[in-house]
C-alpha cells in the first residue's frame, strides 16, 4: 500500500518558518520525482515545488521568490520542504505528491503528472 505522509504544518506568524516532511512508503522512492502542491481556503490546488529523482534538478512556481527550497533524502523516503519568510497569503494545505518512475532529471508542475498523493498538512500563517 503507497502512503505519503506529510507532517510540519502549524500555526506560525508571518515571517516565520517551517520545514515540511513528507515519507513515503509503498513504492520506489528514490527513482520518482517529488513535488509540493498547496491548496489554499477557497482556491483551487496549486503547484509550489518539484524536484528529480537524484535531487539534481529542482523547479519553483514563479512566487515562491527564494522562500522555499525543496530537497529530498532518499535513504530515507522524504521529501522536504523549507519555508521561510512565510506570509499571511501562503496559508493552505500543503501536499506532496510522487510521479511515476523516471530515471531523467525531469520535474513536473501538473497534478495530473504526479500519480500519488498525500492526505496533506495544514499550514497556517497569522499577521
Known amino acids: 500500500q503507497v502512503q505519503l505522509v506529510e507532517s510540519g504544518g502549524g500555526l506560525v506568524q508571518a515571517g516565520g518558518s517551517l520545514r515540511l516532511s513528507c515519507v513515503a512508503s509503498?513504492?520506489?522512492?528514490?527513482?520518482?520525482?517529488m513535488g509540493w502542491f498547496r491548496q489554499p481556503p477557497g482556491k483551487e490546488r496549486e503547484f509550489v515545488a518539484a524536484i528529480s529523482w537524484s535531487g539534481g534538478s529542482r523547479y519553483y512556481a514563479d512566487w515562491v521568490n527564494g522562500r522555499l527550497t525543496i530537497s529530498r533524502d532518499n535513504a530515507k523516503k522524504t521529501v522536504y520542504l523549507l519555508m521561510n519568510g512565510l506570509k499571511p497569503e501562503d496559508t493552505a494545505v500543503y501536499y506532496c505528491a510522487a510521479a511515476p518512475v523516471l530515471y531523467g532529471e525531469s520535474v513536473y508542475e501538473r497534478a495530473e503528472q504526479y500519480n500519488y498523493w498525500g492526505q496533506g498538512t495544514q499550514v497556517t500563517v497569522s499577521r
Open positions: 509503498g513504492l520506489t522512492f528514490s527513482t520518482r520525482p
